[in-house]
């Protein structure tokens, strides 16, 4: 016959199992989705005096790999007092702007995620394609392609696709 403690103790058990078991999906259930990742980018070019997004550590917005070519790059133009390669914001393929009828969209076909964003940038119509990966951290950019200039951020730094 079980004590009042035995039940307690089975029941504490089986808690912990459900909760070893079900902690990790709540925990990619709380994560930001593709789309809320893209428009907490993207919303703030809106503002006329935003001078945009701290990509310093690049990390925070890209995959891995494209973040260490990144950072190696700019460190490395620092030291020689040279402008990196990526000369510009990658978000929006400028270095200045003024962004008005801003278009997110995320679409996702196999596993392929790709992000679509439009906008006008000084009454000229522009489009950047945003490859989207799922890291342990959330959404990163696995890539950049902007219509105002083929060459894709990977392809800037020598990555392969």
Request: charged fraction near 20%; include cysteine.
């Amino acid at each position: 016959m079980a004590t009042p403690s035995t039940g307690i103790l089975r029941r504490t058990a089986i808690f912990a199992c459900i909760s070893a078991v079900a902690a990790p999906s709540l925990a990619l259930a709380q994560r930001p989705s593709a789309q809320a990742f893209l428009d907490a980018i993207y919303k703030p070019y809106l503002n006329r005096n935003f001078s945009g997004q701290n990509y310093d550590e690049p990390g925070h917005f890209f995959a891995s790999d494209l973040a260490r070519a990144m950072k190696a790059d700019a460190t490395a133009a620092a030291r020689r007092r040279e402008v990196p390669l990526l000369n510009g914001d990658p978000f929006v393929c400028a270095q200045d702007w003024e962004i008005s009828r801003l278009a997110v969209s995320v679409s996702t076909a196999g596993t392929r995620t790709t992000g679509v964003v439009t906008f006008e940038m000084k009454g000229k119509p522009r489009r950047v394609t945003l490859d989207l990966v799922q890291t342990p951290a959330g959404w990163r950019i696995a890539d950049v392609v902007c219509s105002s200039d083929p060459t894709s951020l990977r392809a800037l730094y020598k990555l392969r696709p």
